[in-house]
């Protein structure tokens, strides 16, 4: 049977270690769930953008597949990838009358209210019926240079 000098050789943590101990733990715990919710908030944030990327390809896919020719910027609501987007076109000049230039920008709608837009990608369009223009190659020598 232990005596009492042996107890009191073989001590125990005290109170204020224990406390210093929790506390310590404490803030390595709230500063971990810290770090994982900004983890997770980025996440999100990526997989929304690369999902309007995807809608802003198809939109441009669904012009050039059916031949569309804007003369206007159009705003249009979409259902792709699970969600609901914004998708808003808008017409630029390019170079000559045969080509158009569009941006589309794409932005979610989240509980009926549509956000800034995540992505946006321009895409060049050209018309078969729209004059296309000349070029004078005559005046150039072998090289492709104009003398």
């Known amino acids: 049977m232990p005596t009492y000098s042996q107890f009191k050789r073989e001590r125990g943590f005290t109170l204020i270690e224990v406390m210093v101990a929790l506390a310590i733990l404490a803030v390595v715990a709230v500063a971990a769930s810290r770090a994982s919710s900004a983890y997770l908030h980025s996440v999100d944030v990526l997989r929304t953008r690369t999902l309007a990327h995807f809608v802003a390809q198809n939109a441009a896919s669904d012009l050039r597949i059916q031949k569309t020719w804007l003369t206007a910027s159009r705003t249009q609501t979409v259902n792709a990838q699970g969600r609901d987007w914004q998708v808003v076109m808008t017409v630029g000049e390019a170079m000559t009358p045969a080509l158009k230039q569009v941006n589309i920008a794409v932005a979610p709608i ?10 946006d990608i321009d895409v060049m369009l050209s018309s ?9 190659l005559a005046g150039l020598n072998p090289n492709g240079r104009v003398p």
């Open 110 to 119: 989240i509980d009926g209210q549509t956000r800034s837009a995540v992505t």
């Open 128 to 136: 078969a019926e729209q004059e296309v223009g000349s070029l004078d």
